[in-house]
Protein backbone atom coordinates (compact mmCIF):
# COMPACT_ATOMS: atom_id res chain seq x y z
CA UNK A 1 0.00 0.00 0.00
CA UNK A 2 1.16 3.14 -1.02
CA UNK A 3 2.57 5.94 1.89
CA UNK A 4 1.81 10.05 1.81
CA UNK A 5 3.86 13.02 2.80
CA UNK A 6 2.21 15.80 4.49
CA UNK A 7 4.29 19.28 5.44
CA UNK A 8 2.62 21.85 7.66
CA UNK A 9 4.70 25.06 7.24
CA UNK A 10 3.63 26.69 10.68
CA UNK A 11 4.36 29.67 12.98
CA UNK A 12 6.72 28.22 15.50
CA UNK A 13 7.88 25.46 12.93
CA UNK A 14 7.59 23.42 9.97
CA UNK A 15 6.39 19.74 10.45
CA UNK A 16 6.37 16.63 7.84
CA UNK A 17 5.42 13.00 8.66
CA UNK A 18 4.58 9.70 6.35
CA UNK A 19 1.34 8.46 6.19
CA UNK A 20 1.61 4.77 5.77
CA UNK A 21 -1.83 3.60 4.72
CA UNK A 22 -1.50 -0.21 5.32
CA UNK A 23 -0.70 0.40 8.95
CA UNK A 24 -3.10 3.72 9.45
CA UNK A 25 -0.19 5.41 10.87
CA UNK A 26 2.65 7.96 10.95
CA UNK A 27 6.15 5.99 9.94
CA UNK A 28 8.20 9.13 9.64
CA UNK A 29 8.57 12.28 10.86
CA UNK A 30 10.67 15.60 11.10
CA UNK A 31 9.86 18.98 12.81
CA UNK A 32 12.32 22.07 12.53
CA UNK A 33 11.69 25.51 14.39
CA UNK A 34 11.04 28.29 13.21
CA UNK A 35 10.72 32.22 14.82
CA UNK A 36 9.69 35.46 13.97
CA UNK A 37 11.91 38.12 13.05
CA UNK A 38 13.56 40.56 15.29
CA UNK A 39 11.37 43.70 14.16
CA UNK A 40 10.71 46.62 16.35
CA UNK A 41 7.47 47.85 15.15
CA UNK A 42 4.86 47.55 17.05
CA UNK A 43 2.15 44.42 15.99
CA UNK A 44 4.59 43.77 13.07
CA UNK A 45 4.96 39.62 13.09
CA UNK A 46 7.42 38.78 9.94
CA UNK A 47 9.23 35.55 9.06
CA UNK A 48 11.49 35.26 5.97
CA UNK A 49 9.80 32.76 3.34
CA UNK A 50 13.37 31.55 2.65
CA UNK A 51 13.57 30.58 6.03
CA UNK A 52 10.51 28.18 5.28
CA UNK A 53 11.88 26.35 2.55
CA UNK A 54 15.21 25.63 4.43
CA UNK A 55 12.98 24.19 6.98
CA UNK A 56 10.86 22.37 4.79
CA UNK A 57 13.63 20.49 3.19
CA UNK A 58 15.57 19.70 6.47
CA UNK A 59 11.63 18.28 7.98
CA UNK A 60 11.03 16.25 4.86
CA UNK A 61 14.81 14.73 4.92
CA UNK A 62 14.34 13.95 8.29
CA UNK A 63 11.03 12.36 8.22
CA UNK A 64 11.60 10.11 5.00
CA UNK A 65 14.65 8.58 6.66
CA UNK A 66 12.60 6.90 9.52
CA UNK A 67 12.71 3.03 8.89
CA UNK A 68 9.65 2.59 8.50
CA UNK A 69 9.38 4.89 5.14
CA UNK A 70 9.38 3.16 1.44
CA UNK A 71 10.41 5.88 -0.69
CA UNK A 72 9.64 3.90 -3.80
CA UNK A 73 6.06 3.80 -2.47
CA UNK A 74 5.63 7.33 -1.89
CA UNK A 75 2.07 8.48 -3.81
CA UNK A 76 1.48 11.98 -3.23
CA UNK A 77 2.64 14.57 -1.06
CA UNK A 78 0.09 17.84 0.20
CA UNK A 79 1.22 20.85 1.69
CA UNK A 80 -0.76 23.14 4.68
CA UNK A 81 0.28 26.47 5.66
CA UNK A 82 -0.68 29.47 8.04
CA UNK A 83 -3.05 31.31 6.78
CA UNK A 84 -3.52 34.96 5.50
CA UNK A 85 0.57 35.65 5.53
CA UNK A 86 1.15 37.76 2.04
CA UNK A 87 4.18 36.86 0.31
CA UNK A 88 5.45 39.22 -2.22
CA UNK A 89 7.52 38.21 -5.22
CA UNK A 90 9.06 40.01 -8.10
CA UNK A 91 9.20 39.40 -11.72
CA UNK A 92 11.71 36.35 -11.28
CA UNK A 93 9.65 35.41 -8.27
CA UNK A 94 11.90 36.44 -5.80
CA UNK A 95 11.14 37.58 -2.10
CA UNK A 96 10.91 41.04 -2.04
CA UNK A 97 10.84 41.60 1.94
CA UNK A 98 9.63 39.21 4.99
CA UNK A 99 5.98 37.89 4.38
CA UNK A 100 3.65 39.64 7.11
CA UNK A 101 2.24 36.68 9.27
CA UNK A 102 -1.35 36.24 10.22
CA UNK A 103 -0.85 37.64 13.50
CA UNK A 104 0.51 40.74 12.27
CA UNK A 105 -1.82 43.79 13.42
CA UNK A 106 0.16 46.94 12.13
CA UNK A 107 -1.79 46.68 9.58
CA UNK A 108 -4.79 47.66 11.41
CA UNK A 109 -5.37 51.25 9.90
CA UNK A 110 -5.44 49.46 6.11
CA UNK A 111 -7.88 46.62 7.39
CA UNK A 112 -10.40 49.31 8.84
CA UNK A 113 -10.23 51.41 5.79
CA UNK A 114 -11.07 48.58 3.38
CA UNK A 115 -14.01 47.32 5.81
CA UNK A 116 -15.02 51.03 5.46
CA UNK A 117 -15.02 50.80 1.49
CA UNK A 118 -16.13 47.46 1.83
CA UNK A 119 -19.32 47.76 3.32
CA UNK A 120 -17.95 44.41 5.35
CA UNK A 121 -15.79 43.47 7.80
CA UNK A 122 -12.46 42.78 7.08
CA UNK A 123 -10.15 41.48 10.18
CA UNK A 124 -6.10 43.22 10.55
CA UNK A 125 -4.95 39.73 9.99
CA UNK A 126 -6.34 38.87 6.64
CA UNK A 127 -3.76 39.58 3.40
CA UNK A 128 -5.88 42.22 2.03
CA UNK A 129 -4.67 44.58 4.37
CA UNK A 130 -1.42 43.56 4.09
CA UNK A 131 -1.37 44.63 0.61
CA UNK A 132 -2.45 47.88 1.07
CA UNK A 133 -0.01 48.47 4.08
CA UNK A 134 2.85 47.75 1.30
CA UNK A 135 1.65 50.29 -0.92
CA UNK A 136 1.18 53.01 1.53
CA UNK A 137 4.25 52.08 4.00
CA UNK A 138 6.83 50.49 1.52
CA UNK A 139 6.27 51.95 -2.11
CA UNK A 140 9.18 51.13 -3.62
CA UNK A 141 8.55 47.38 -2.65
CA UNK A 142 5.43 47.79 -3.83
CA UNK A 143 6.44 48.71 -7.01
CA UNK A 144 8.44 45.40 -7.87
CA UNK A 145 5.20 43.27 -6.45
CA UNK A 146 4.34 41.16 -9.76
CA UNK A 147 3.02 38.22 -7.85
CA UNK A 148 1.07 37.71 -4.55
CA UNK A 149 1.25 34.09 -2.41
CA UNK A 150 0.06 32.75 0.47
CA UNK A 151 2.58 30.86 2.77
CA UNK A 152 1.67 27.10 1.53
CA UNK A 153 1.06 28.57 -2.21
CA UNK A 154 5.22 29.51 -1.65
CA UNK A 155 5.99 26.24 -0.45
CA UNK A 156 4.17 24.50 -3.70
CA UNK A 157 6.11 27.06 -6.11
CA UNK A 158 9.32 25.52 -4.67
CA UNK A 159 7.95 22.23 -4.99
CA UNK A 160 6.69 22.20 -8.56
CA UNK A 161 6.75 25.38 -10.20
CA UNK A 162 3.58 26.49 -10.46
CA UNK A 163 1.96 29.78 -9.18
CA UNK A 164 -1.59 28.46 -7.89
CA UNK A 165 -3.86 28.78 -4.36
CA UNK A 166 -7.09 26.57 -4.02
CA UNK A 167 -10.46 28.44 -2.33
CA UNK A 168 -9.82 27.19 1.11
CA UNK A 169 -6.73 29.02 1.68
CA UNK A 170 -7.89 32.00 -0.44
CA UNK A 171 -11.02 32.30 1.53
CA UNK A 172 -8.83 33.86 4.35
CA UNK A 173 -7.27 36.54 2.41
CA UNK A 174 -10.28 39.34 2.32
CA UNK A 175 -9.70 39.40 -1.47
CA UNK A 176 -12.34 36.25 -2.58
CA UNK A 177 -15.61 35.90 -2.52
CA UNK A 178 -16.43 32.58 -0.57
CA UNK A 179 -19.81 31.60 -2.16
CA UNK A 180 -18.68 31.80 -5.39
CA UNK A 181 -15.05 30.98 -5.23
CA UNK A 182 -13.89 33.65 -6.79
CA UNK A 183 -11.79 36.59 -6.62
CA UNK A 184 -14.04 39.90 -5.82
CA UNK A 185 -13.64 42.96 -8.62
CA UNK A 186 -14.31 45.22 -5.99
CA UNK A 187 -12.03 44.46 -3.25
CA UNK A 188 -8.95 44.13 -5.50
CA UNK A 189 -9.69 47.78 -6.93
CA UNK A 190 -10.14 48.66 -3.24
CA UNK A 191 -6.06 48.08 -2.73
CA UNK A 192 -4.77 48.75 -6.48
CA UNK A 193 -6.22 48.44 -10.29
CA UNK A 194 -3.37 46.37 -10.84
CA UNK A 195 -3.72 43.55 -8.07
CA UNK A 196 -6.52 41.38 -9.86
CA UNK A 197 -3.31 40.70 -12.46
CA UNK A 198 -0.47 39.89 -9.45
CA UNK A 199 -2.94 37.13 -8.28
CA UNK A 200 -2.46 33.72 -9.25
CA UNK A 201 -5.14 31.24 -10.78
CA UNK A 202 -7.56 29.02 -8.28
CA UNK A 203 -7.13 25.42 -9.38
CA UNK A 204 -10.03 23.15 -7.89
CA UNK A 205 -9.71 21.03 -4.52
CA UNK A 206 -9.94 17.58 -6.22
CA UNK A 207 -7.35 17.72 -8.72
CA UNK A 208 -3.60 17.57 -8.13
CA UNK A 209 -1.64 20.67 -8.38
CA UNK A 210 1.26 19.61 -10.47
CA UNK A 211 4.47 17.07 -10.15
CA UNK A 212 7.35 17.71 -7.99
CA UNK A 213 10.41 19.14 -9.42
CA UNK A 214 13.08 16.80 -10.30
CA UNK A 215 15.57 18.48 -8.42
CA UNK A 216 13.61 18.14 -5.09
CA UNK A 217 12.86 14.65 -6.13
CA UNK A 218 16.67 14.17 -6.28
CA UNK A 219 17.75 15.93 -3.39
CA UNK A 220 15.50 13.91 -1.14
CA UNK A 221 16.09 10.45 -2.95
CA UNK A 222 12.48 9.87 -4.46
CA UNK A 223 11.48 8.99 -8.22
CA UNK A 224 10.49 10.96 -10.58
CA UNK A 225 7.00 12.20 -10.95
CA UNK A 226 5.57 12.47 -7.64
CA UNK A 227 2.47 14.46 -7.62
CA UNK A 228 1.59 17.57 -5.12
CA UNK A 229 -1.75 18.15 -3.80
CA UNK A 230 -3.21 21.70 -4.13
CA UNK A 231 -2.83 21.91 -0.33
CA UNK A 232 -4.75 24.55 1.57
CA UNK A 233 -4.79 26.71 4.68
CA UNK A 234 -3.51 24.79 8.35
CA UNK A 235 -6.91 25.14 9.07
CA UNK A 236 -8.42 23.20 6.22
CA UNK A 237 -5.53 20.67 6.66
CA UNK A 238 -6.70 20.13 10.11
CA UNK A 239 -9.98 19.92 9.63
CA UNK A 240 -9.14 16.52 7.29
CA UNK A 241 -6.24 15.62 9.63
CA UNK A 242 -9.03 15.53 12.62
CA UNK A 243 -11.73 14.20 10.52
CA UNK A 244 -13.66 17.15 10.25
CA UNK A 245 -15.20 16.15 6.71
CA UNK A 246 -18.75 16.18 7.80
CA UNK A 247 -21.24 18.05 9.69
CA UNK A 248 -21.73 17.91 13.15
CA UNK A 249 -17.70 17.44 13.81
CA UNK A 250 -15.96 20.77 15.32
CA UNK A 251 -12.29 21.08 15.33
CA UNK A 252 -11.34 22.75 18.27
CA UNK A 253 -7.28 23.35 18.11
CA UNK A 254 -5.75 24.88 21.03
CA UNK A 255 -2.04 26.73 19.85
CA UNK A 256 -0.77 29.77 19.65
CA UNK A 257 -4.20 30.93 18.43
CA UNK A 258 -7.27 29.61 19.39
CA UNK A 259 -9.55 28.09 16.80
CA UNK A 260 -13.04 27.11 16.44
CA UNK A 261 -13.89 25.56 12.73
CA UNK A 262 -16.03 22.69 11.41
CA UNK A 263 -17.23 21.29 7.42
CA UNK A 264 -20.91 23.26 6.30
CA UNK A 265 -22.17 21.84 3.49
CA UNK A 266 -23.72 25.29 2.90
CA UNK A 267 -21.78 29.19 3.30
CA UNK A 268 -22.25 30.52 6.61
CA UNK A 269 -22.13 34.08 6.66
CA UNK A 270 -21.35 36.56 9.44
CA UNK A 271 -22.20 40.13 9.04
CA UNK A 272 -20.18 40.93 11.73
CA UNK A 273 -17.51 39.63 10.07
CA UNK A 274 -16.44 37.46 13.73
CA UNK A 275 -16.75 34.06 11.77
CA UNK A 276 -15.10 33.30 8.80
CA UNK A 277 -17.13 32.13 5.90
CA UNK A 278 -13.97 30.35 4.70
CA UNK A 279 -14.23 27.74 2.06
CA UNK A 280 -13.15 24.04 3.06
CA UNK A 281 -10.11 21.98 1.36
CA UNK A 282 -12.73 19.44 0.28
CA UNK A 283 -15.51 21.25 -1.65
CA UNK A 284 -17.66 22.78 0.84
CA UNK A 285 -17.29 25.39 3.83
CA UNK A 286 -15.29 26.11 7.03
CA UNK A 287 -17.20 28.60 9.23
CA UNK A 288 -13.97 29.13 11.38
CA UNK A 289 -13.76 31.28 14.26
CA UNK A 290 -10.07 32.09 15.41
CA UNK A 291 -9.00 33.68 18.97
CA UNK A 292 -5.61 35.09 18.72
CA UNK A 293 -4.44 34.44 22.17
CA UNK A 294 -4.34 31.06 23.56
CA UNK A 295 -1.48 28.54 24.59
CA UNK A 296 0.74 32.17 24.40
CA UNK A 297 -1.17 33.08 27.32
CA UNK A 298 -0.61 29.43 29.63
CA UNK A 299 2.70 29.94 29.00
CA UNK A 300 3.31 33.69 30.03
CA UNK A 301 2.13 32.72 33.51
CA UNK A 302 4.41 29.26 33.10
CA UNK A 303 7.46 30.77 32.67
CA UNK A 304 6.56 33.92 34.49
CA UNK A 305 6.79 31.59 38.06
CA UNK A 306 9.58 29.53 36.54
CA UNK A 307 7.63 26.17 36.90
CA UNK A 308 7.11 23.31 34.39
CA UNK A 309 3.66 22.55 33.05
CA UNK A 310 3.30 19.54 34.95
CA UNK A 311 3.62 21.57 37.94
CA UNK A 312 1.64 24.68 37.18
CA UNK A 313 -1.54 22.31 36.57
CA UNK A 314 -0.82 20.42 40.01
CA UNK A 315 -1.16 23.86 41.48
CA UNK A 316 -4.10 25.09 39.64
CA UNK A 317 -6.23 21.68 39.74
CA UNK A 318 -6.60 22.81 43.31
CA UNK A 319 -8.44 26.00 42.24
CA UNK A 320 -12.23 25.60 41.92
CA UNK A 321 -13.75 26.30 38.36
CA UNK A 322 -14.11 30.13 37.83
CA UNK A 323 -11.32 31.09 40.11
CA UNK A 324 -13.29 32.04 43.26
CA UNK A 325 -14.04 35.31 40.98
CA UNK A 326 -10.31 35.90 39.55
CA UNK A 327 -10.70 36.80 35.50
CA UNK A 328 -8.08 36.96 33.10
CA UNK A 329 -8.64 38.31 29.53
CA UNK A 330 -6.38 36.75 27.49
CA UNK A 331 -5.80 39.49 24.77
CA UNK A 332 -1.79 39.86 25.53
CA UNK A 333 -1.46 40.25 21.44
CA UNK A 334 -4.61 42.46 20.70
CA UNK A 335 -7.84 40.02 19.07
CA UNK A 336 -9.75 39.73 16.15
CA UNK A 337 -12.72 37.72 17.51
CA UNK A 338 -14.21 40.43 18.96
CA UNK A 339 -11.66 42.70 16.51
CA UNK A 340 -10.28 44.50 19.12
CA UNK A 341 -6.18 45.14 17.51
CA UNK A 342 -5.63 47.63 20.41
CA UNK A 343 -6.68 45.34 23.44
CA UNK A 344 -4.20 44.18 26.22
CA UNK A 345 -4.20 41.39 28.94
CA UNK A 346 -6.30 42.08 32.11
CA UNK A 347 -6.47 40.44 35.35
CA UNK A 348 -9.92 41.32 37.23
CA UNK A 349 -11.18 40.43 40.49
CA UNK A 350 -7.78 40.17 42.30
CA UNK A 351 -7.95 39.23 45.89
CA UNK A 352 -5.56 38.61 49.08
CA UNK A 353 -3.61 35.33 47.52
CA UNK A 354 -4.74 35.77 43.84
CA UNK A 355 -1.11 36.26 43.14
CA UNK A 356 0.27 32.55 42.97
CA UNK A 357 0.87 30.26 40.64
CA UNK A 358 -1.78 27.67 40.66
CA UNK A 359 -4.59 30.65 40.38
CA UNK A 360 -3.07 32.07 37.81
CA UNK A 361 -2.52 29.25 35.82
CA UNK A 362 -6.03 28.16 35.83
CA UNK A 363 -7.56 32.05 35.36
CA UNK A 364 -5.06 31.76 32.00
CA UNK A 365 -6.81 28.41 31.02
CA UNK A 366 -10.23 29.85 31.44
CA UNK A 367 -9.64 33.09 29.90
CA UNK A 368 -8.27 31.65 26.62
CA UNK A 369 -11.49 29.42 26.98
CA UNK A 370 -13.97 31.97 27.96
CA UNK A 371 -13.03 33.48 24.40
CA UNK A 372 -13.63 30.34 22.21
CA UNK A 373 -16.72 29.68 23.85
CA UNK A 374 -17.82 33.19 23.16
CA UNK A 375 -17.07 32.11 19.64
CA UNK A 376 -18.70 29.28 19.75
CA UNK A 377 -22.06 30.79 20.72
CA UNK A 378 -21.78 33.04 18.05
CA UNK A 379 -21.69 30.16 15.76
CA UNK A 380 -24.16 28.50 17.00
CA UNK A 381 -26.34 31.61 16.14
CA UNK A 382 -25.24 31.34 12.43
CA UNK A 383 -26.62 27.80 12.50
CA UNK A 384 -23.20 25.65 12.65
CA UNK A 385 -23.79 22.51 15.17
CA UNK A 386 -21.58 20.25 16.88
CA UNK A 387 -22.12 16.34 18.01
CA UNK A 388 -18.53 16.41 19.69
CA UNK A 389 -15.40 18.28 19.79
CA UNK A 390 -12.37 17.15 18.23
CA UNK A 391 -9.39 18.51 19.99
CA UNK A 392 -6.18 18.95 18.73
CA UNK A 393 -2.92 21.45 19.12
CA UNK A 394 -0.63 21.49 22.19
CA UNK A 395 -3.37 22.80 24.34
CA UNK A 396 -4.92 18.93 24.05
CA UNK A 397 -2.45 17.19 25.63
CA UNK A 398 -3.44 18.85 28.75
CA UNK A 399 -5.80 16.72 31.38
CA UNK A 400 -6.87 20.31 32.75
CA UNK A 401 -7.47 21.62 29.76
CA UNK A 402 -9.43 19.27 28.33
CA UNK A 403 -11.06 19.09 31.49
CA UNK A 404 -12.02 22.69 31.68
CA UNK A 405 -12.82 22.69 27.98
CA UNK A 406 -15.46 20.00 28.33
CA UNK A 407 -17.59 21.89 31.40
CA UNK A 408 -17.55 25.24 29.80
CA UNK A 409 -18.97 23.87 26.15
CA UNK A 410 -21.03 20.93 27.47
CA UNK A 411 -19.73 19.04 24.94
CA UNK A 412 -17.62 15.63 24.82
CA UNK A 413 -14.28 15.98 23.56
CA UNK A 414 -12.29 13.38 21.50
CA UNK A 415 -8.86 13.47 20.50
CA UNK A 416 -7.33 11.86 17.02
CA UNK A 417 -4.15 10.11 18.15
CA UNK A 418 -2.33 12.26 15.81
CA UNK A 419 -1.66 15.33 16.80
CA UNK A 420 0.32 17.12 13.94
CA UNK A 421 -3.11 17.17 12.24
CA UNK A 422 -2.56 19.78 9.56
CA UNK A 423 0.80 17.52 8.21
CA UNK A 424 -1.52 14.78 8.34
CA UNK A 425 -4.27 16.96 6.49
CA UNK A 426 -1.95 17.24 3.90
CA UNK A 427 -1.24 13.32 3.41
CA UNK A 428 -4.88 12.54 3.55
CA UNK A 429 -5.73 15.02 0.66
CA UNK A 430 -3.08 13.53 -1.62
CA UNK A 431 -4.20 10.01 -0.62
CA UNK A 432 -8.13 11.16 -1.57
CA UNK A 433 -6.55 12.21 -5.02
CA UNK A 434 -4.65 9.10 -5.37
CA UNK A 435 -7.44 6.84 -4.81
CA UNK A 436 -9.39 8.45 -7.74
CA UNK A 437 -12.92 9.21 -6.03
CA UNK A 438 -14.76 11.21 -7.63
CA UNK A 439 -16.18 12.71 -3.88
CA UNK A 440 -12.67 13.53 -1.45
CA UNK A 441 -14.87 14.02 1.32
CA UNK A 442 -17.11 11.05 1.22
CA UNK A 443 -13.57 8.96 0.70
CA UNK A 444 -12.16 10.67 3.67
CA UNK A 445 -15.39 9.86 5.56
CA UNK A 446 -15.44 6.34 4.66
CA UNK A 447 -11.53 6.24 5.87
CA UNK A 448 -11.67 7.74 9.73
CA UNK A 449 -9.02 9.34 11.20
CA UNK A 450 -7.91 7.00 14.56
CA UNK A 451 -8.86 8.55 17.30
CA UNK A 452 -8.13 8.05 21.30
CA UNK A 453 -9.90 5.67 22.78
CA UNK A 454 -10.80 7.95 25.88
CA UNK A 455 -13.88 10.42 25.64
CA UNK A 456 -13.97 13.54 28.53
CA UNK A 457 -17.39 13.83 28.86
CA UNK A 458 -18.76 17.07 30.83
CA UNK A 459 -19.64 16.87 33.98
CA UNK A 460 -23.06 19.08 34.53
CA UNK A 461 -22.01 19.97 38.32
CA UNK A 462 -19.36 22.35 37.09
CA UNK A 463 -21.76 24.11 34.59
CA UNK A 464 -23.24 26.96 36.93
CA UNK A 465 -19.54 28.27 37.74
CA UNK A 466 -18.40 28.31 34.48
CA UNK A 467 -21.79 29.97 33.15
CA UNK A 468 -21.08 32.46 35.59
CA UNK A 469 -17.74 33.68 34.96
CA UNK A 470 -18.17 33.23 31.07
CA UNK A 471 -21.18 36.00 31.31
CA UNK A 472 -18.83 38.24 33.39
CA UNK A 473 -15.82 37.87 31.17
CA UNK A 474 -17.79 38.85 27.99
CA UNK A 475 -19.04 42.10 29.84
CA UNK A 476 -16.22 42.77 31.12
CA UNK A 477 -14.39 43.02 27.91
CA UNK A 478 -17.27 44.82 26.31
CA UNK A 479 -16.66 47.59 28.77
CA UNK A 480 -13.04 47.92 28.68
CA UNK A 481 -12.56 47.55 24.95
CA UNK A 482 -15.74 47.70 22.58
CA UNK A 483 -16.30 50.86 21.06
Known amino acids: MPQYLGIDVGTQGVKALVWDVDAGAVVGRGE ?168 PELVPHDSWLGVLRAERAAAWGLPDGIPVAPGSGDNMMSALGAGAVREGVVVCSLGTSGTLFGRSDAPVEDAEGLVAP ?89 GATFALLAGWRRMQTLGVRAEELRVVGGGSKSPLWRRILADAFGLPLRFPTEPESAALGGALQAWALDAGDDDPAAFLAAHPVPLEDSVVEPDPAAAPAYEEAAERFDALGRLLFAD
Open 32 to 199: VPLELLPVDREGAAEQNPDDWLRAVDSAVVAALSAEGVRRDALGGIGVSGQQHGFVALDEHERVIRPAKLWCDTETAPEAAELSRALGRPLPAGYTASKILWLKRHEPASFARLRHVLLPHDSVNLWLTGRRAMEAGDASGTGLMAPTTRSWDSTALRAIDAGLAAML
Open 278 to 366: FCDALGGWLPLLCTMNCTTVVEEVRAGFGLDHDAAAALAREVPPGCEGLLFLPYLGGERAPDWPHARGVLHGLGTGDLRAGRLYRAAME
